[in-house]
């Protein structure tokens, strides 16, 4: 826990707005880490607030985002990337002298200059894109060990603090996680890459095979599964993912389409040194992640 | 286990050609669901025999392919699918009267046909694809559960006799696998489809990783090494595979191609329904399929 000089927690009250997977997850590791920090939140829907009032990790449930904010010293956004900026420009004013606003999307660039913009002058806002998650989504999923070595970006704008950013980086190194501090645009270069590309991979061969004979998935082997897993994900989540990143994602298409294409012309002209050059880099890549703590 | 109408196991004697992570793992499925039976094996390396002779469910290691078979009444070939018809010529006159030979390859059109044509007379060939296996491979990753839930088609020809197919498919039944039988083509253009295009998309996929900043391979979540996983496997097992199937594949890889295509244009031209509608398609695809033992 990072602690003032008086020995004060920088973080006394923490204030987590739509508690979903990912939102409620960040209640759970909290309140296993730091138990004396006080957590409130906010729901849209009346039924996820019910079901936060009977979670221990939960102090108070607001129906409203404007009251759920007082008195915070860390906000955090957990809904979904579109509606983060409109968020900030709801709550801004209620927010206490020197808070922070923080979240917890998919994407960074648009959503930070929109958050930053809507913020008062007497609060901060820095983005966060902890890269942990499921294919599932809901409260019901969450898991307090979610964020355990995985890694975290924090996206500072130029304008922003150090020491703002610096209390942020510590609140998710303290929920176990890797955490690297890069700019909004850095980020969503990255994420168009490792992140956003495969889902479309995963989201477009499940599309493909869709239209073939539906007798053909009771022969779904492992690969085709643990491939394919992330298709599973929200759709609605993720067509705004792709809206908000649509140019990097568009670029990293056009590498990727590069790439299939070269390797398509390799086979058709059975260029096989070519082929097995393909099957060795991507090999070669593969090999070189660090285990996951699932493949441990 | 399957007997004759006199009580004795139509495949007393078993021989398994080329004991990897596939061979030695049938081996040890047998030992456990018919300890009665014997099983021979052949391998080519000196120090894999060795290994074998250690090895509880072998009861016989032999230096030549030739010996293995004499007195089999079931031989597996579990070596890499080029070299599969050419080891059936190898041992094709030392088969017993009625012996029944069968394979573990990913392809089966030419090979099928070709081992065919290799066999004498009075013994048998069916092709089998039991879709179990991992990233990994040889001897030491066997697992006598590897088959169990796992789909297994069996290819025979216009001109296998019914009680040849019959006592293959029984054979994979009793290890626990969900049969189908279906002629080589049809099983080669349904693997293009569900097995050889996810391959080709995780390792295209690695390959163009590969060219960018190697730092952010720090940065993998589980969706990118789910997704990419199968991009481990042996550049060499692959190229032969994708080398034995490499007309079903280009069509394969055709209807992908197109349908990555249609979704880049959805995405630059903000086509936003169309893109919900791919990742909508691509969900019900991969929620449709049964639960994977690993998922469960």
């Not at 648009?110 to 002058?121: S, V, W």
Request: proline share 5%.
């Amino acid at each position: 826990m990072h602690l003032y000089p008086d020995n004060r927690d920088v973080f006394e009250q923490i204030t987590v707005l739509a508690p979903g997977l990912l939102g409620a997850s960040v209640g759970m590791a909290v309140a296993k880490h730091s138990p004396s920090r006080k957590i409130h939140v906010w729901a849209r829907r009346a039924e996820t607030r019910v079901q936060c009032e009977l979670l221990e990790w939960c102090h108070a449930v607001h129906s409203a985002a404007e009251e759920a904010v007082k008195g915070a010293d860390l906000v955090i956004i957990c809904s979904p990337v579109e509606t983060i900026a409109p968020l900030v420009e709801r709550i801004a004013e209620h927010l206490k002298e020197g808070a922070i606003v923080t979240d917890v999307g998919s994407t960074k660039s648009l959503l930070c200059h929109n958050a930053k913009a809507a913020m008062p002058a007497h609060a901060f806002f820095v983005g966060s894109h902890p890269m942990a998650g499921s294919e599932k989504s809901g409260l019901e999923y969450a898991d307090r060990d979610l964020f355990k070595q995985r890694p975290c970006f924090v996206t500072p704008l130029p304008e922003t603090p150090e020491t703002v950013t610096e209390q942020v980086v510590r609140f998710w190194m303290e929920l176990g996680m890797q955490v690297c501090t890069i700019s909004p645009e850095t980020h969503d270069e990255i994420v168009a890459y490792i992140s956003h590309l495969p889902h479309i991979l995963a989201s477009t061969l499940c599309a493909a095979l869709q239209k073939k004979d539906s007798k053909w998935r009771h022969f779904a082997g492992a690969g085709l599964r643990d491939t394919t897993r992330i298709a599973s994900g929200s759709p609605i989540l993720w067509k705004s993912i792709l809206e908000q990143n649509r140019e990097e994602i568009l670029r990293a298409l056009d590498t990727f389409e590069d790439e299939i294409h070269h390797f398509r012309s390799a086979l058709a002209n059975r260029e096989w040194f070519e082929v097995s050059n393909l099957l060795e880099h991507g090999k070669h890549y593969r090999d070189s992640l660090s285990p996951d703590a699932t493949e441990q």
